[in-house]
């Protein structure tokens, strides 16, 4: 199958500039200067929000990191009849391209046109948390996989990305604590020193899905691994934070729905700013909505 999704029209047009790029607080000098804030905002934030700064941004950098080795298993899955789990297996579990961490941070868009886009579906329905009835098509599962990281990262509360991933997980998938994102919100609110679940009034983040990748399907067509790309922007204490942040899963259509797959957990995803020409390198096509 071919992994880079539908065809593209040359005269399809890619993404802006995000309006708001953050500079890191290790490197201020290394991104654009298009504001010339960074500097006055790192000398005027108080303690809590130096926190949040510098652990927002490592956080960032930070999805798509391989899962948590000591993290609980998935249930049992060997023997399940009328799957191929060592198909399954060898998918979900092998390597993505490693890009650097500055690979994520706000820098120059790729000049160049994109070689194809992937259409969204529209979903047919929701849960109580969710949309998830999404056609048994590879971009069905992807489009899932986007509103779960939508959907579960406004916030950046990791009970809420707890109830979002348990709402589409089928039986013996990954527990959401080995899972990136909720990990890297759970090492944001620790690096903040912020309750560890619930609504902060001085924080918020908007996850917005803008590339896709379609690493392969198995068990025709029902099994899928899938990965999105976005632009995470963060308000921490009225500080703005943007930077790429990227996930990977490993999906499974049960007849009705795209589940969260029992077995292995995908291996990591490649983190980018996405339109940059790290991130088509690593195989990320935009997306649009049908």
């Given at each position: 199958?071919?992994?880079?999704?539908?065809?593209?029209?040359?005269?399809?047009?890619?993404?802006?500039?995000?309006?708001?790029?953050?500079?890191?607080?290790?490197?201020?000098?290394?991104?654009?200067?298009?504001?010339?804030?960074?500097?006055?905002?790192?000398a005027?934030?108080?303690?809590?929000?130096?926190?949040?700064?510098?652990?927002?941004?490592?956080?960032?950098?930070?999805?798509?990191?391989?899962?948590?080795?000591?993290?609980?298993?998935?249930?049992?899955?060997?023997?399940?009849?009328?799957?191929?789990?060592?198909a399954?297996?060898?998918?979900?579990?092998?390597?993505?391209?490693?890009?650097?961490?500055?690979?994520?941070?706000?820098?120059?868009l790729s000049?160049?046109?994109?070689?194809?886009?992937?259409?969204?579906?529209?979903?047919?329905?929701?849960?109580?948390?969710?949309?998830?009835?999404?056609?048994?098509?590879?971009?069905?599962?992807?489009?899932?996989?986007?509103?779960?990281?939508?959907v579960?990262?406004?916030?950046?509360?990791?009970?809420?990305?707890?109830?979002?991933?348990?709402?589409?997980?089928?039986?013996?998938?990954?527990?959401?604590?080995?899972?990136?994102?909720?990990?890297t919100?759970?090492?944001?609110?620790?690096?903040?020193?912020?309750?560890?679940?619930?609504?902060?009034?001085?924080?918020?983040?908007?996850?917005?899905?803008?590339?896709?990748?379609?690493?392969?399907?198995?068990?025709?067509?029902?099994?899928?691994?899938?990965?999105?790309?976005?632009?995470?922007?963060?308000?921490?204490?009225?500080?703005?934070?943007?930077?790429?942040?990227?996930?990977?899963?490993?999906?499974?259509?049960?007849?009705?729905?795209?589940?969260?797959?029992p077995?292995?957990?995908?291996?990591?995803?490649?983190?980018?700013?996405?339109?940059?020409?790290?991130?088509?390198?690593?195989?990320?096509?935009?997306?649009?909505?049908?």
């Amino acid at each position: 199958m071919n992994p880079n999704g539908a065809p593209f029209s040359p005269d399809e047009q890619t993404r802006p500039t995000p309006s708001s790029p953050f500079p890191p607080p290790t490197a201020p000098d290394s991104q654009p200067r298009r504001r010339g804030r960074g500097g006055l905002l790192l000398a005027s934030l108080g303690a809590l929000a130096m926190l949040l700064l510098i652990g927002l941004v490592a956080v960032i950098l930070g999805l798509g990191k391989d899962p948590d080795p000591g993290a609980s298993p998935a249930g049992p899955v060997i023997g399940e009849p009328g799957w191929d789990l060592a198909a399954e297996t060898a998918l979900a579990t092998r390597p993505m391209p490693l890009l650097p961490e500055e690979a994520a941070q706000p820098h120059a868009l790729s000049t160049r046109e994109p070689d194809a886009l992937i259409t969204l579906p529209p979903p047919g329905g929701r849960n109580d948390v969710l949309a998830d009835e999404f056609p048994p098509t590879p971009e069905g599962a992807l489009a899932q996989l986007a509103e779960l990281t939508r959907v579960g990262l406004q916030g950046a509360d990791p009970q809420a990305y707890e109830l979002a991933y348990n709402s589409i997980a089928a039986p013996g998938a990954p527990q959401v604590d080995s899972s990136v994102m909720h990990r890297t919100l759970m090492a944001f609110r620790q690096a903040g020193r912020l309750p560890k679940q619930g609504v902060v009034s001085s924080l918020s983040l908007t996850y917005t899905p803008l590339a896709g990748l379609i690493k392969g399907t198995t068990d025709g067509g029902r099994y899928a691994v899938v990965c999105v790309l976005g632009e995470a922007a963060i308000m921490a204490n009225g500080t703005p934070i943007t930077a790429g942040g990227g996930d990977c899963q490993a999906m499974r259509w049960n007849g009705q729905n795209w589940q969260i797959a029992p077995g292995a957990q995908a291996a990591q995803a490649p983190v980018a700013w996405p339109g940059t020409d790290e991130a088509f390198g690593a195989g990320y096509i935009p997306l649009r909505t049908s």
